[in-house]
């Protein structure tokens, strides 16, 4: 060949590879595959190429230890499958140890090469008998994968062949590295599109949960969203306990599980996810499912939260209602008994007399458990704890409730151990404790029944027990038996009036004493019992003798002003102190109480202290600046009646407390110890 033909030659042939390079190149601007453009690189280098050349690119995984087919269209299929996968390394053929130096390999002779040893007999198999290989590096130099030249016999490559594979593989770099970039831009905005799905199924989400009124809904809600949001087979819901601690040990399930937190650190449950349709359950996913449970915990609390207000609001309703009708009951005889005064039947005035004492006391009885739960829950009562001997709280309670037993026939048992049990604390309000229990116990038992009153002292405590034969409690009521506005349902037909507040002042006076109380029941029409349990007093206490009782001298007649805004209180009060010859006058404000006392100079005055405008502090605050009242002696008389208000009375001067309604008997021994000279002790009721 002359010099002008190997001249065209290599104009042709630079041609041939200048074309199959923007052939190349235009498919990859094109979007096709990457396969189909490295074809085009591939069959350019073995046209390039003096015959018998079998060219192939293998790509190197991102995680840079296997080598995976690209392009061989000339190589024989079974040898390209067998090569896929290839684990780079020094000793790994001429690709394998290519893309592990990064460095062009020449292996001439395959049959001889030690690099080949672990595949001589598959190049063999298919008639390959030489190899080099041309590692394609990126615009930073790393290895994307490997171009290489099979060869039928033994050789060495051209510097032409040389020359034509590298330009060759710079070629396949850019390609390679624009596909790598345009299927992580894909891989980008696919996932930005999946985290904005995601986010707006998220909202949805946080929508319809916080909607929920209910703890089922949540759960409805959550189960449904986490399941379709994160894209798995299943989901369920466990719930636990209400009130389970944070340290509980939440179990380990199989798939994707997130704990439901509550606010205060408490495990409310767990939501499960399982089967992930698509791949495996990824952190995005776990995050997700975070998300759901944090919003689904605040709405389960929420929902509870909900749930416990609208009960303690119908409790509230009902209590209300049955206050009301417990209020109409004596006013409606108390109306008789007035309309029978005025008709003026002498002879049964008496009888007339009794029923409305008897009515007001129970008007007063239902006031006194009114405030004395209030006391108890503000912490406004003061213990007044001394030693106190269990039979003679048993004596006391057993006398209070007597009435009540002997009116429905009941059966008392006393069980009481023949020693002296001991305890130390107010013996009043043990005695009301057991009053309480004992009454309810009567209420709520059939006509004819049999109640239990058992004492038995344990290594530490006393128990107290009141068992009955009667109507029993439901197992869902018992734990709520003694919260404020409970009454159980199918007891209401037994009760004999209250506003079903005796429970809960149990509940809080015992545990006032450092002990507490419970109530079981083997169900309806079985009967109950409630067990008081107290520390016990251990030290021999001696029983306290009552201080002897000095009689009280019949009250001296004094003038007396009576104040008070009602002017019927006022004037009732006025004509019963007549009747004790007492010479009196009355006031209906604070400014006329201050007139009519400098006029009059009064021995006592009784003063109601919620007055409009000068309430009764003010008024006695006032009167004991005047000199000319300095023995006048203050009486407050009011419906504020705790210790508090007690103090503050004494504080603004009044020499005694009487809560309304005082009982005639009252003012008649404030006014018997008045006349025994001015004693400013406190006196209150």
Known sequence: MDLADAGTTDLARSRALLAGQNQALQLAVGGAPLASVLDVLVLTAERQSDGGVLASILLLEEEGERLRHGAAPSLPAAYSQAIDGLVIGPSVGSCGTAAWRNQVVVVSDIASDPLWTAFRSLAHEHGLAACWSTPIRSTLGEVLGTFAMYYREPRAPSGHDRQVVELLANTAAVVIERDREARERSRIEQSLRSRQERFRALVAASQAIHASLSVEEV????????????????????LFASGSPASLQVPECEGLSVSLNGAQGAKLGIV???????????????????????????????????????????????FLATLAHELRNPLAPIGNAIALLRKGGAQATEKVIGIMERQLRQMVHLVDDLLDVSRVTTGKIVLKREPAEVREIVQVAIEASLPLMQAARHTLHLDLPPEALHVVGDRTRLAQVLTNLLNNAAKYTPDGGRITLTARATRRDVLLQVRDSGLGIPADMLPRVFEIFTQVKHAEERSQGGLGLGLALVKKLVEMHGGDVWAESPGLVQGSTFTVRLPLAHAEVQPQEGAATAPVAAAAAFRILVVDDNHDAAESLAMLLQLSNHETMTAYSGPQAIDVARRTRPRAVFLDIGLPGMNGYEVAKAMREDPDLSGTTLVALTGWGTETDQKQALQAGFDYHLTKPAAPDQVQELLARMGQGPVRDGLSS
């Open 219 to 238: 759960v409805a809600v959550i189960t449904e969203r986490a399941r379709t949001i994160v894209g798995a087979r299943d989901a369920t819901v466990t």
């Open 272 to 318: 499960q996810l399982t089967g992930k349709l698509s791949g495996e359950f990824s952190t995005d996913d776990e995050a997700v499912l975070t998300q759901l449970a944090s919003m689904a915990s605040v709405s389960i609390e929420n929902a509870r939260l909900y749930e416990s207000l609208r009960e303690a609001n119908q409790r509230k309703d009902e």
